[in-house]
């Protein structure tokens, strides 16, 4: 059976439409699972939609419509942009659904069980758009340091889950797995705020009626964050299935926003613990997405659609741009300007041309017929380094460091043929060696790039000659050398990546 890999993401508020944040976070885990797919791996991939909570409430009163609309019509945006990017997606799933009622109410009735939860009054300052509480040491100016709008005071009787029970445990357990959060400042960030001691939380509502009812009272639902972080376990049957729960749990890998770190980081793998069950194997942390300098928002009305830049670079150059500029990890700066110029230089000018340039030659010095690459070519180690390095990098969710790589093999491709001035040589074993290296050069550049630009690559892939698709191949062995067979027809076709001028 083979190895299986679940990835999920964050699942989305649906108060406000998707924005290339999303997007980008999305399309990171997209590449990430097709990686392990040409791995010959058994893939789980997860996404959705968050739809409970008092923010999607006024949201829903804002619009006029009932939050269960509200949750309706965003959730259809949401998989209507991921239908746009690309996304294969393995799971959407929505916290309005009964599967996920019936599986927050199983994890957190075996917390109760264990004596972890318990009713106790609270109050406090609560910020509607992080759906969370804050102190007064933590707010900005006397505002939210996420949003940096006002908080409201809060005070009702709740259930709390006894998190500062929990300290010891988790820090056991950070120690005794230390690649769990990555990379290693945010793993340090997490302990950092273990250490510095937790407070019992409070995990439901009676002032809001929209959320998953609390099993052993009614008059209460839980608090979103505490119905949300469940999705993960939902997906693959927590509570129902545990076959199907047993197998993918360990094999869980969550790519999140940095904003997000103290629930997956500290509350999740604390709730987890008091139900009896592992925390996750990994929790990869990213940085924001930034317009101009800052995070995109409702409230600063930064957002952009992911459908805006998609008709001016199509989806993969949407998605190569967002997966090549932004290191995960770091915070990265948005701008038109500079996914111009990448699409441009990498795209346009690198891959594009290297393949037209290629396919011209063959049809004028070899009958349009693509001859087989020698064994003995200067680019098959150029190849082999360019593979150990980008199956490192994807490893790591490093997708920058892994196009970066693979890119090196297009230059040096582009470099052979310059030396070599194939175009002014007489038809012959010579031409043939350079071309079919080529050739073998935009095999290999098709699979290797296939997670990023699937549709692109595809037709790279048709364009050769080959039969199937690209994300069909096995790895390590489709990024060996010789795989182009020779004797195929080579389709110029139009440029792969038309070269786009500034606005």
């Known amino acids: 059976m083979a190895r299986p890999f679940y990835l999920t993401t964050p699942i989305y508020y649906v108060n406000d439409a998707p924005h290339i944040g999303h997007a980008y976070t999305t399309i990171v885990g997209d590449a990430v699972s097709r990686w392990h797919r040409l791995l010959g791996e058994d893939v789980f991939f997860l996404t959705g939609t968050d739809e409970h909570g008092l923010k999607i409430v006024r949201a829903a009163e804002a619009n006029g419509v009932s939050p269960l609309e509200q949750a309706d019509r965003t959730s259809a945006r949401f998989l209507q942009a991921w239908r746009q990017l690309d996304i294969s997606y393995d799971d959407f799933i929505r916290t309005t659904e009964p599967r996920h009622g019936r599986a927050v109410g199983a994890l957190l009735q075996a917390i109760y069980d264990n004596g972890h939860i318990e009713l106790d009054s609270y109050e406090g300052l609560y910020c509607v758009a992080c759906e969370a509480y804050y102190v007064e040491a933590d707010l900005v100016e006397g505002l939210c340091p996420i949003h940096r709008r006002p908080v409201e005071a809060f005070a009702e009787e709740n259930y709390f889950f006894r998190l500062s029970r929990f300290r010891q445990p988790l820090l056991d357990w950070f120690t005794t797995h230390p690649d769990c959060i990555r990379p290693e400042a945010k793993r340090n960030e997490a302990l950092g705020l273990i250490r510095a001691g937790l407070d019992d939380i409070s995990i439901s509502r009676t002032s809001i009626s929209w959320g998953v009812p609390v099993p052993w009272d009614p008059a209460h639902v839980f608090y979103v964050w505490y119905d949300a972080l469940v999705n993960y376990a939902t997906a693959i049957g927590y509570g129902e299935d545990d076959g199907r729960f047993e197998r993918w749990w360990p094999a869980v890998h969550h790519l999140i926003g940095k904003d997000i770190l103290r629930f997956h980081c500290v509350y999740w793998p604390a709730m ?164 079919g290296s080529a050739l ?64």
């Not at 692109?456 to 067979?485: F, H, S, V």
């Open 272 to 435: 987890l613990l008091a139900a009896g069950v592992d925390p996750p194997r990994r929790i990869q942390v990213h940085g924001y997405l930034l317009v101009s300098g800052e995070k995109m928002s409702k409230t600063a009305f930064n957002q952009i659609a992911p459908a805006d830049l998609v008709t001016d670079f199509g989806v993969d150059g949407y998605r190569y741009h967002f997966l090549r500029d932004i290191p995960l990890g770091a915070d990265g700066d948005f701008s038109f300007e500079g996914m111009l110029a990448r699409y441009n230089a990498d795209l346009a000018n690198n891959l594009g041309n290297l393949l037209s340039r290629v396919a011209t030659i063959v049809a004028k010095k070899c009958g349009g017929t693509g001859p087989a690459p020698s064994p003995d070519s200067p680019l098959a180690p150029v190849a082999a380094s360019a593979y150990r390095d980008a199956a490192d990098a994807w490893e790591r969710m490093a997708t920058s460091e892994a196009l970066d790589a693979t890119w090196r093999l297009v230059r040096e491709a582009n470099a052979h043929l310059e030396a070599n001035e194939p175009w002014k040589a007489e038809p012959g074993p010579a031409v043939d060696a350079v071309l």
């Open 440 to 503: 073998e050069v935009l095999r290999i550049v098709a699979v290797l790039a296939s997670p990023a630009m699937p549709g692109a690559c595809a037709e790279l892939w048709r364009r050769l000659g080959l039969t199937g698709r690209p994300d069909d191949q096995r790895l390590p062995e489709a990024a060996g050398w010789g795989g182009y067979p020779g004797g195929l027809p080579v389709d110029k076709g139009g440029p792969l990546f038309p070269r786009l001028q500034p606005a």
